[in-house]
Antibody, heavy 119, light 109 residues
Framework: QVQLQESGPGLVKPSQTLSLTCTVSGDSISSGNHYWSWIRQPPGKGLEWIGYTYYSGITYYNPSLKGRVTISVDTSKNQFSLKVSSVTAADTAVYYC???????????WGQGNLVTVSS | QSALTQPASVSGSPGQSITISCTGTSSDVGGYNHVSWYQQHPGKAPKLMIYDVSNRPSGISNRFSGSKSANTASLTISGLQADDEADYYCSSYATSWVVFGGGTKLTVL
């Protein structure tokens, strides 16, 4: 059974960098069969695609977030990570990691990690 | 890079059918057969219901179906059940990135 689990701090101060890691079990990132996504959802609002990565390290980002977002992959640990720099209150959201078939079809999701940006 | 357009809410009675629309542009919905639909219950992660416009993942009821015409995709749920009450989101591939719709709240009356 494929499982994804987000981990990271639940509180980040404004202007700092938000960092999250997604640990994958039941599948191997290095198999190259899927892309690995980050998606977020502000409280009471809709879903926003952040970006995804492939086992090779190639990444694609939401143009509206490009410049502040970095997604990286560590195949040795079967993990991938998200960094969002210069955060503001608008970055407060539940952050999900997910497995993507390559065109936005995310079939397995983590449970979500609420990150609050506040001083 | 605008979100896809969905109605804010739809409703239907048990046993009825409803359709949720998802309107984009020729750069996303109209340009690719890579539209997905997700169901999200409160406090839960989204669940993939439809991918590549009309394909159902294993285990998804055939009461859920998808289609597309030009720049608008649609999700139809037939034989509405109480547990179908949830938020529904469409998404589309759009040349190296993915765009979501704003979401539709389905109420089963």
């Amino acid at each position: 059974q494929v499982q994804l689990q987000e981990s990271g701090p639940g509180l980040v101060k404004p202007s700092q960098t938000l960092s999250l890691t997604c640990t994958v079990s039941g599948d191997s990132i290095s198999s190259g069969n899927h892309y690995w996504s980050w998606i977020r959802q502000p409280p009471g609002k809709g879903l926003e695609w952040i970006g995804y990565t492939y086992y090779s390290g190639i990444t694609y980002y939401n143009p509206s977030l490009k410049g502040r977002v970095t997604i990286s992959v560590d195949t040795s640990k079967n993990q991938f990570s998200l960094k969002v720099s210069s955060v503001t209150a608008a970055d407060t959201a539940v952050y999900y990691c997910a497995r993507d078939g390559s065109h936005g079809d995310n079939d397995y999701w983590g449970q979500g990690n609420l990150v609050t940006v506040s001083s | 890079q605008s979100a896809l357009t969905q109605p804010a809410s739809v409703s239907g009675s048990p046993g009825q059918s409803i359709t949720i629309s998802c309107t984009g542009t020729s750069s996303d919905v109209g340009g690719y057969n890579h539209v997905s639909w997700y169901q999200q219950h409160p406090g839960k992660a989204p669940k993939l219901m439809i991918y590549d416009v009309s394909n159902r993942p294993s285990g998804i009821s055939n009461r859920f179906s998808g289609s597309k015409s030009a720049n608008t995709a649609s999700l139809t749920i037939s034989g509405l059940q109480a547990d179908d009450e949830a938020d529904y989101y469409c998404s589309s591939y759009a040349t190296s990135w993915v765009v979501f719709g704003g979401g539709t709240k389905l109420t089963v009356l």
